[in-house]
């Protein structure tokens, strides 16, 4: 075992940098409390509450009955309600499982491939980095918006190059569509983020050393395999950690489904249905039920994406 030496005090070297670290973190933890953990709570509390919008500080506990709760009628018949045995609350949980997973994974393919292009060397490497930055870099707003005018049936450009190219025969009302509304959104969701998979999947390359590639070129090794044995196994932490950022993200998106398609049955999630009973619907204390839901199964992924596939936040696994 190392041993420190000791200071003035009796105290360790060690000692005194978790003390000084505690005194760094400490307003950083403090300030998260406020702007995340106590809304957080409070958004728990309300869910137990039948709290209205119009009265905030008024409701009564009422337990599980925003969750799940039954009444039965003198016929014997017994009728369910709460977020738990909502249909429209299911559907919304199979749109964002669907788009979280298809999502991903395009844009997990796409931006291995965008970073081995990016990673090799070429002339104007440089400018085609920043460049390939600039969807990510636009407000996920101004996106949506400029993607909702493209994808327009009667002035969007998307059904104009459609039509030339004879791919179809008349004009698609992309967002409006319910057949084609996830198929949209998942368009603008890709164009959007791949560079952002592109980036961290690139660091995770350029750590990767050189020599590996030359010894493997010398033993004349075929790229494929190269790419599967060497370059895939040394980039999993980054890929890893990346997959489950971009997780998160999907799996609490709002802002692109609001704007792009605000009343699609097809494509709304667990957050966008969430808004609309917090502040809609006046159904405050259900739609904080849902967001407590909503919090919980994006814990229980994360816990479990972490576990089972061994991801090394800390970065303990490299000293």
Sequence with gaps: MTSYPKHSGGQSLAAQRRKAAFWFLAPMMAALFFVAAWPLLRTI??????TTLTNLYGGEW????????????????VIWKGTLVDPAW????????????????????LGIIVALILHRNFVGRGWVRAAILIPWAI??????????????????????????????????????????????????????????MALLCLAGLQMVPKDI??????????????????????????????????????LRIFDLI???????????????????????????????AQSTIL???????????IWLGKVDLAGEGDR
């Design 258 to 288: 609001y704007v792009l398609t605000p009343n699609s049955k097809a494509t709304k999630t667990m957050s966008v249905i969430a808004r609309e009973n917090l502040i809609d619907f006046d159904k405050f204390a259900y739609g904080a």
């Design 90 to 109: 299911w559907n919304a949980v199979w749109n964002t499982v669907r788009f979280s997973v298809i999502s991903v994974a395009i844009e997990t393919v």
């Design 62 to 77: 009422i337990g599980f009955k925003n969750y799940l709760s039954y009444r039965q009628l003198s016929s014997g018949r």
């Design 213 to 250: 590639y030359e010894a493997a070129r010398v033993d004349g090794v075929h790229p494929i395999k190269v790419f599967f044995r060497i370059t895939l196994p040394l980039i999993r932490p980054a890929l890893m950690v990346a997959i489950i950022f971009r997780t998160l993200d999907a």
């Design 45 to 50: 509390y309300f869910s137990f509450t039948d």
């Design 295 to 305: 919090f919980a199964i994006i814990a229980v992924f994360v816990s479990a994406y």
């Design 139 to 196: 407000p996920t707003i101004v996106s949506a918006r400029m993607w909702g005018w493209m994808l327009n049936d009667q002035f969007g450009i998307i059904n104009d190059i459609l039509l030339k190219l004879h791919l179809i025969e008349t004009k698609i009302a992309w967002t409006a569509n319910i057949e084609t509304a996830m198929t949209a959104v998942l368009i603008v969701d890709v164009w959007k983020t791949t560079p952002f």
